[in-house]
């Protein structure tokens, strides 16, 4: 076993993806004195720096938490890597204050590359992990090593923090590329087609992400026509009343945690709207004036088509030709269209596909699901020493709150370095 502890490639607790989850576990690591030796961390983050969702950065977007919560201030008021503090050292602290809005999400993005900086070597960019092995003795597993294509770390604590998958509905999965992509992709895509934009467009989906899109391409160029395409009655607001809010407090998780399977989907069907398949009233009211004051001037860029399916889509000339039919009627329709933007949310899978190699040590439950703990470790088949927490990718075990949402994130992230620190091989000073 020691022969593990004491390669030079041993990181004592090694994070898959420094995305707000990561970050928030990075400062931690970096405010905890016995926690700063030189091997006790390292999150390994794809992308080549730190940013929020940079395909989806755009113009009159601002973020839907409050301030607050930030990748520290609830876990800990006092930590440098508050939003307080990004703000005090951009000088904007009283300026902010007058702004009588939520921060934009360009400044939310600011924030989290300014918390990255300042955490230098606990950060290593252009690092997709590729897959996670188990490391046997004697067919006990006694560690991991963490791939990707051009290093190899090995540990006895992972934390996966890679977030969310796209959800790709199967119809589109064989057409994606250039004029078929998930919104997560949208501003590499547009910025692809140098210029020359396609000019009929089908965006599916009636949450934000989809309404954003159809919001850009309708504010960059003013000569496209958008099929926005809903299986439900069109945008709806999303539930923004403070009594159904109090579900992304962090008790909520611990409420949610102990229902039993059938109780959870019920919750969560309850509470869902709080997050998910819902625009902000301004976004709302901004799609719906587009398609009013067109109607003045007599043209139409934006279509809403509601209440309806995809029948079929085939390729057609140089795009895609689509049949669509509505759910109540039963009436088809057909368009023509050279883009399709896929605003289809994002999903979970219930074992996250990095951990395929471990199959044989997860406990499942009844569902084929992993079993995640309080303190977010995943259960292992009789294996005390080595320890794999999930960070945002439970969900379905701790709730709507837990995940896809900044709300959980700095408590989360305390949760889990508490849960590290009593592990009984932490913390050793690895410096080699
Ligand atoms: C457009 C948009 C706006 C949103 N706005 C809000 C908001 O205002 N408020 C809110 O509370 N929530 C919001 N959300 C929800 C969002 O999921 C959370 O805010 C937050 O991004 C979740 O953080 P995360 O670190 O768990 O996941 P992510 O943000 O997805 O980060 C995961 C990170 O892991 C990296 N990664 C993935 N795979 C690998 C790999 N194999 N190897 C190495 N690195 C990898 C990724 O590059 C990424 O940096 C928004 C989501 C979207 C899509």
């Known amino acids: 076993m020691n022969h593990i502890l004491k390669a030079s490639n041993y990181i004592d607790t090694l994070c898959v993806g420094c995305g707000p989850a990561g970050l928030a576990l990075a400062c931690i690591f970096d405010e905890e004195p016995t926690a700063r030796g030189g091997k006790a961390f390292l999150a390994l983050e794809k992308t080549e720096a730190c940013t929020w969702h940079p395909n989806l950065l755009l113009a009159n977007t601002d973020i839907n938490h409050h301030v607050y919560r930030d990748l520290v201030t609830p876990r800990n008021p006092q930590s440098p890597y ?36 300042k955490l230098g070597n606990k950060v290593q960019y252009n690092s997709a992990v590729t897959e996670i092995v188990p490391m046997l003795e004697n067919g006990q597993l006694v560690g991991l090593c963490v791939k990707g294509d051009d290093f190899s770390y090995t540990t006895k604590k992972l934390i996966l923090s890679n ?27 547009l910025n692809a087609f140098k210029g020359n934009i396609p000019k009929r467009w089908l965006v599916l989906g009636s949450g934000q992400s989809a309404g954003e899109v159809i919001a850009d391409l309708i504010g960059k160029y003013g000569d496209v026509h958008i099929i926005s395409l809903h299986r439900s009655i069109g945008f709806k607001i999303a539930q923004l009343g403070q009594f159904p809010n109090l579900v992304f407090l962090p ?6 945690k102990g229902l039993d399977d059938q109780g959870r989907d019920r919750f969560f069907n309850h509470v869902k709207s709080t997050n998910y398949s819902g625009i902000d009233t301004d976004e709302s009211q901004h799609l719906y004036s587009v398609i009013y004051e067109d109607e003045v001037i007599g043209r139409e860029r934006l279509k809403m088509v509601v209440n309806t399916e995809l029948l079929s889509l085939m390729p057609s000339g140089q795009g895609y030709h689509v049949t669509l039919r509505d759910s109540f009627t039963g009436a088809q329709s057909d368009y023509d269209v050279d883009a399709i933007a896929l605003g289809t949310g994002y999903q979970q899978p219930i074992v996250p596909a990095l951990l395929i190699q471990l199959d ?25 020493d080595v ?21 959980a994130v700095a408590f989360r992230a305390g949760a889990i370095y508490k849960s590290i620190q009593a592990c009984s091989n932490a913390p050793i000073d690895y410096a080699i």
């Open 82 to 117: 508050s939003f307080a503090m990004y703000l005090k050292e951009k000088n904007r602290l009283f300026k902010f204050g007058l702004l009588g809005r939520p921060a934009s999400r360009f400044e939310w993005s600011d924030y989290m590359g300014w918390v990255a900086q």
């Open 163 to 189: 977030g969310s998958s796209p959800q790709i509905p199967e119809v589109y999965r064989e057409y994606l590329g250039s004029h078929v992509f998930h919104a997560c992709e949208y501003l590499e895509r």
């Open 360 to 384: 044989d040590f997860l406990v499942k439950d009844a569902e084929g699901g992993l079993v995640v703990g309080s303190d977010y470790k995943v259960k292992l088949h009789g294996c005390d």
């Open 251 to 256: 008790e909520s998780i611990e409420y949610f």
């Open 387 to 407: 320890h794999v927490y999930v960070n945002g990718l439970s969900e379905r075990t701790h709730g709507i709150s837990d995940a896809q949402s900044f709300s």
